[in-house]
């Protein structure tokens, strides 16, 4: 499997899941723009250690997903696989969760995404060639407890993905989703761990997995061997979900 010539927009690459894509983007050949909110200091670890270029842009932001795209283009020449990785939590019971809590999550995960795959359309269309990844969850599929803005986000991703899916398939782009379950990162990091004992009991596998776990996956469905698969979701969660 090679991605030699390709060029790729990952979103929220510079830890975590998405620092793995963007380490095995590399690794097979493509170039790799990524983007980061505001941790400059871990976006260029992860630009010195891969070769990627890091860009600062808001997710949530139209601007800023145009931006990130034109890089891509400007330094590179084209645009060919895109991953929208970002993703953040603003956890609450949904009786207490404040609007903002819910607006930020939806704008951040949801709409963010949809700007950046509004951003490549164009190109991947004329190109007639185009790989999107977007990274759902376990709980867009299931729902959690206190994640109601998560869930409905990460829920929102599958809707997305499946549309666009339709839309730009003739064209031989791709468009699916990725639901990791529990993966050790930052994210995870931050639940307590109470929460971390009973969310380890709905695992077969009983272990958290890793974030090259997501990463293999997804630097798959980019790939040139991926390309009869479409508006799919694919679990990676060690049976979470079964
Ligand atoms: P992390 O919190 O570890 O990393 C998040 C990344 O996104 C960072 O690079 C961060 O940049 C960037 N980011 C955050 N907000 C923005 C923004 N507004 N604009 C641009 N970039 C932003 O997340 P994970 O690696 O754990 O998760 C990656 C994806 O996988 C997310 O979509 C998440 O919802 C999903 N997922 C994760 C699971 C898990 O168990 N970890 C389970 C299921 C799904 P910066 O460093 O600058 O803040």
């Known amino acids: 499997m090679t ?13 975590g899941i998405g620092r793995a894509v963007v380490a095995e983007l590399r690794a097979l050949g493509a170039n790799v723009v990524f983007s980061y909110a505001g941790n400059a200091d871990a976006a260029e670890e992860t630009a010195d ?13 139209p601007a800023g997903a145009q931006a990130l795209v034109d890089a891509a283009v ?11 990785n970002t993703g953040i939590t603003r956890d609450g019971l949904l009786m207490t969760m404040k609007e903002d809590a819910f607006d930020a999550v939806i704008a951040t995960n949801l709409k963010g995404a949809f700007l950046t795959m509004k951003a490549v359309c ?10 999107i990844v977007n ?6 599929l299931r729902g959690n407890a206190g994640q109601a803005n998560y ?3 990460k829920a929102g991703i599958i809707g997305l993905t499946k549309s666009a899916a339709k839309e730009l398939a003739t064209r031989d782009v791709t468009v699916n989703a990725v639901a990791p379950g529990f993966i050790d990162t930052d994210m995870t990091a931050a ?11 709905s695992i077969p596998m009983a272990r958290l997995g890793q974030p090259e776990d997501v990463a ?3 630097a798959f469905l980019c790939s040139e061997e991926a390309g009869y698969i479409t508006g799919q979701v694919v679990c990676v969660d060690g049976g979470m979900a079964v």
């Open 3 to 15: 991605l030699a010539g390709k060029t790729a927009v990952v979103t929220g690459g510079s830890r």
């Open 49 to 61: 250690a891969t070769g990627a270029v890091a860009v600062k842009a808001d997710a949530a932001d």
């Open 74 to 84: 400007d330094a590179f020449g084209s645009v060919d696989i895109l991953v929208n």
């Open 122 to 131: 164009r190109p991947m269309m004329k190109a007639r060639w185009g790989r």
């Open 135 to 140: 990274l759902s969850s376990v709980v867009g």
């Open 151 to 153: 869930s409905a986000s």
């Open 191 to 201: 639940l307590p761990e109470k929460a971390r004992e009973e969310l380890l009991k």
């Open 216 to 218: 293999h996956l997804v």
